[in-house]
């Protein structure tokens, strides 16, 4: 034994070496079991980032809430972002235990969010200028989220696979609620078909870019690093291949078309060929260069400032009368 030399060393070696055991046999981890610091911070890392996107993804949906054709789809729009934002605070709160024993709370997460440090998804700093937008949001990028998170409903980290249960039982209602607003326009006037059209057209790169760039034979070390410790199970490549098959045909099925005379299913090798979305811009984009990343984040900051109040009210000590009078 060594310990005589560094027995820190050594005792974190006995630690690391049981957590993979752990992780081996499919065990789950919950926030107060040690954890090697890589494994904390590869969590921080993608459940603070899936969190803000939740919140800043309700941000393009909620500019066609008073917008919405009928009141039936004003409803379902308005639950759809209370849906998006509760997907967040589950998140954040998620992050907050992981956070708490490296000194950081939820409030560092958002002002890194408001100062660029933590990126949000790339399909959130985009327009969503008509109404088929909102419709193929909702199907679309909601369908891309639904392939990502039951992925990682498997996860080794129980309270992300807890939060994420919840997730993507929501995620299915959004998917079929953009489905609908689709379908209504594939069957309506030239007008609404066009607009449909040029919605599907606009967001087929972003919906590339959505998972992420391809491994091009090399898996990146983030990916890796994250298939040891079960956090995810499938790459980037691997997913995008799972949403071709899922959607494409339907695509077509619309009598729509894809922005790509490539795309195309080899049988002989079950994989989808198509043509490569600009990565560099994708880059660009998660960097906060988007169509709409700053305003998106003006936004979002200050309605966190104009919230403040509520924030005080609810962490205020309590009044000595109600601590006095007892329960309720
Ligand atoms: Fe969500
Ligand atoms: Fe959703």
Known sequence: MSNRTDPDKTLDDERLAHFLERIDRGDKIEADDWMPDDYRNQLIKLISMHGVSEIMGALPEKEWVPKAPTLRRKLAIMAKVQDEMGHGQLLLRVVEDLLAPLGKSREDLLQDLFSGRLKFHNVFHMEAPTWADAGVIAWLVDGAAIITQTMSLETSYAPYARALQRICAEEKFHAQHGESIVLELAEGTPAQRQMLQDAVTRWWPSLLMFFGPPEGGTVSSNQLLNM????????????????????????????????????????????WHYRQPDWDRFVQIVRGNGPCSAQRLRLRKTSYEEAQWVRDAMLAAPRAEYVAGGSL
């Not at 079960?230 to 099925?253: C, G, M, P, W």
Request: proline letters at 2%; aromatic letters at 14%.
């Open 228 to 271: 040891r410790y079960k956090i995810r199970s499938q790459t980037n490549e691997e997913l995008r291949q799972a949403f071709f098959n899922k959607y494409v045909n339907r695509i077509y099925h619309l009598g729509l078309t894809l922005p790509d005379d490539t795309i195309r299913y080899d049988e002989a090798e079950d994989v």
